[in-house]
Every structure is written in C-alpha cells, then in structure tokens.
C-alpha cells in the first residue's frame, strides 16, 4: 500500500521529470510543489532530495542520446568518433562556468534563494525574455544549425548562461537555451546542447549534495532510500517523454508558449503569495 509520503514522492518525480527539459524551471517548480506538498522528511533530506532526483533525469538523455554521445560506437566512422569526442570537449568547456560561479555559492544559494518570491520573479524575468528574443529573432536564419559547426567560444558562453540559473526559477535548461539562441544557434542545436550540458553539471551536483548530506553526519534510512529510487524512476520514466515531446514540439513551434506559461505561473504565484 502506498504512503502518504511515497505519493508525494511520485508527484514530484513527475514534476521534475516533465519540467526539467523544458525550459520551466525545474527547481522552482519542485520549490513551489514541495512548499504544498510536504515530504515528512528533515530539511537536509528535502534540500538534497531535490537535486539528486534529478539524476533519473539525467539517465533519460544518457539513454536517448546513447549513440550520439558515445565515440566508440562501431557504427560510426572516423570523422563521426572525432566529432563526437569535440562535442564532449565543448560540453566539458561549456561547463567551466558553472564549476567556478555554481559549486562556491551553492550553499549560499540553498540558505538565501529558495524562496518562492524569488522563484516567481525569475519566472516571469525569463519568460518576458524568450517571448522578446523569440520575436526579434522571428525572420533571423540561425548562424549555428548542426551542433559540429558550434564554435568554441560559443560553447563557452553559453556555459556562461548556465551558471545563471543557480537562482531558482531560472531553469537551467531555459538559460542555456536563450542563450545559445541570442548567439546564434537554432532551437535544436540550443536544445540538444543544454541536454548535453547537464549531464556533467547534474552529476557534479548530485555528488556535492549527497556528500553534504553525509558531511552533516546524516545517513540514509531505508524508507529514504527507497524515497529517493522511487523519485528517480519516476523522474526518468516522465523525462524520456518531456525530452521526445519537446523535441518534436520545436521542430515546428517557437518557445514563447512556454515564456507565456512562465509569466502566468509567475503572477499567480506572486498573488497568491500577496493575499495569503
């Protein structure tokens, strides 16, 4: 029979695994669904648990994009296994940015920003600017439509907008990919190159917030553990479904639905929060 808390646990598997490859906001939205729903668990556990649920997430791109991430494929020829390893450099350059800005602040972060006003205005921040860029850039041919024509330093910058979303609300995945459309990439190479982007970077994440866990002197008893399996399947089952939907969704839509969808999500966060 399930438990009160293992169906919360379900809900928000379900919430991060359909949130976390749009460009909605993951961490937001586990912030404002877990400030309703509860886990009976101490705060070290919850603050950890919403992060290291998100490596169901991540296993969901590792497996989807298997082939193309992997350069020993013996499906692939020699130029094929070159470019494969300079994607994983460019991710890895990518990356940088985050390790330096993201790893020192993230337990000032957890103290000072997860709070849902911030969540809030974070999400109508974003969304006012991917409608914006989304029209500016309406009649505009991406410089960057295949990820093995992605420049460098481009891959670098938009490592640089990643590191933006250690405020929650963000959306890492909607950082990254407005910022890989402002400098010139189409929606799927922007895409598929934050998908990519978060497998170092959420690995590395989950590790610093299981280690501060156990560095606390915390331990894992069995009902978190299996909390904590339970978050990830379900997590991984809904990404695999939020990361084929939204791939066929840009093949012929702009992101400004989901900037509308931030906005309004914002602003009834915020009244609601006003006339509490």
Not at 57 to 83: C, G
Not at 152 to 163: E, H, K, N, S, V
Not at 198 to 219: C, D, E, R, S, W
């Amino acid at each position: 029979m399930l438990t009160l808390n293992m169906i919360k646990t379900i809900i928000l598997g379900i919430v991060e695994g359909f949130t976390e490859w749009l460009p909605i906001s993951s961490t937001g939205h586990l912030v404002l669904v877990g400030s309703v729903l509860k886990l009976d668990e101490s705060k070290a556990f919850i603050d950890m648990f919403n992060y290291v649920i998100q490596f169901g997430a991540i296993m969901a791109v590792v497996i989807l994009y298997f082939h193309k991430l992997n350069p020993f494929s013996p499906r692939k020829n020699q130029l094929e296994q070159k470019q494969t390893w300079t994607l994983w450099f460019k991710v890895i350059v990518a990356v940088i940015p985050s390790v330096i800005i993201g790893f020192p602040l993230n337990d000032w972060m957890d103290e000072h920003l997860m709070k849902n006003w911030i969540v809030a205005s974070m999400l109508i921040l974003y969304g006012v600017l991917f409608i914006v860029i989304e029209n500016r850039n309406k009649h505009t041919t991406p410089k960057f439509a295949d990820l093995n024509t992605l420049p460098w330093l481009t891959a670098f910058w938009i490592g640089c907008f990643q590191a933006l979303s250690i405020i929650p609300g963000t959306s890492r995945s909607g950082a990254t990919i407005l910022g890989a459309i402002i400098l010139g990439t189409s929606r799927f190479v922007g895409a598929e190159f934050s998908f990519f982007m978060a497998i170092p970077t959420m690995v590395g994440v989950a590790i610093l917030k299981i280690g501060k866990f156990l560095y606390q002197g915390n331990t894992f008893t069995g009902d978190q553990s299996i909390i904590l399996l339970v978050g990830m399947l379900v997590s991984f089952i809904v990404s695999i479904i939020s990361i084929k939907f939204l791939m066929d969704y840009i093949k012929k839509h702009d992101f400004k639905v989901f900037g509308w969808y931030r906005i309004i999500l914002g602003l009834l966060v915020l009244g609601a929060m006003l006339f509490a």
